[in-house]
């Protein structure tokens, strides 16, 4: 069992959806407050504590609002979403880097996040992990380490293809730079990304449930989770403290276990 990222990066995109799924009514004006207030009430429970979490990637609008300070102060290290969206192909929009880290470093994040999404054929796969590949080494040489993320969506029609595609990738561009952690989609041959030499490799939830996503991860050897809408699952603005605590204490039980 090994300890796992709480993702908790939820850009003005996705927050609605989450809040959705949380039961809360919002609107465009305050949606992030209520996604802020909602993670910090993930953040203060009693399980979400660094014998199970040992990072959270946040958003900046969020760390904007405060929340590394609650993370830090319970010994969990922050990883922050530097990406600004992605292009048609699913290549990373233009990014401020220098600005971001930055920030980063004045929040005291350990690292950063990009997310990008691979569609479908050889060339596209290339060119998305080329393109994380180069501004992760920029974002190393400033002293943080990047969490690249070229994420294969569960319901890709050639899942497994592309799969095989971007372990072959990933395993030319590591060659001769592995200082990054690797997010993956969870593949569906099990123990294909085992022998990727990085610093970690941890897998996101994707849409999976919760038990489906633990169900996979348990099948991996080299893969802790990420989880985000997992990790979140069946929580509701509704809930009393009491209520609230001990289903995120049964999500973090499960989500540990699989790891």
């Known amino acids: 069992m090994n300890k796992f990222i709480a993702a908790m990066d939820n850009s003005g995109g996705s927050a609605g959806g989450v809040l959705d799924l949380y039961k809360q009514v919002w609107n465009e004006e305050n949606k992030m407050d209520l996604i802020n207030e909602f993670r910090l009430r993930m953040i203060k429970a009693p399980a979400f504590n660094s014998d199970n979490i040992w990072a959270a990637i946040v958003y900046k609008e969020n760390v904007d609002k405060g929340i590394c300070n609650p993370i830090h102060e319970k010994g969990i290290e922050t990883y922050l979403k530097i990406d600004n969206g992605i292009n048609s192909p699913g290549t990373l929009k233009h990014i401020d880097l220098d600005k971001m880290l930055e920030y980063a470093k004045e929040h005291k994040c350990t690292g950063t996040k990009m997310r990008s999404v691979i569609s479908s054929n050889r060339y596209n796969v290339s060119q998305i992990v080329d393109q994380q590949f180069e501004i992760a080494q920029k974002i190393a040489d400033a002293g943080l380490t990047p969490i690249i993320e070229p994420e294969v969506s569960i319901n890709h029609v050639n899942k497994l293809s592309v799969e095989k595609l971007l372990v072959d990738k990933l395993q030319k561009c590591l ?33 999976y449930s919760l038990d489906e996503a633990c169900q996979r991860l348990k099948l991996q050897k080299n893969m802790s989770a990420s989880f985000s809408r997992a990790l979140s699952e069946g929580l509701t603005h509704n809930q009393t403290d009491e209520e609230f605590n001990s289903k995120i204490a049964s999500n973090i039980s499960k989500i540990v276990e699989a790891s």
């Open 175 to 207: 060659k001769t730079f592995n200082k990054c952690i690797l997010k993956l989609t969870i593949p569906d041959s099990p123990g294909l990304y085992d022998k990727l030499d990085c610093k970690k490799i941890v897998a996101l939830s994707g849409g």
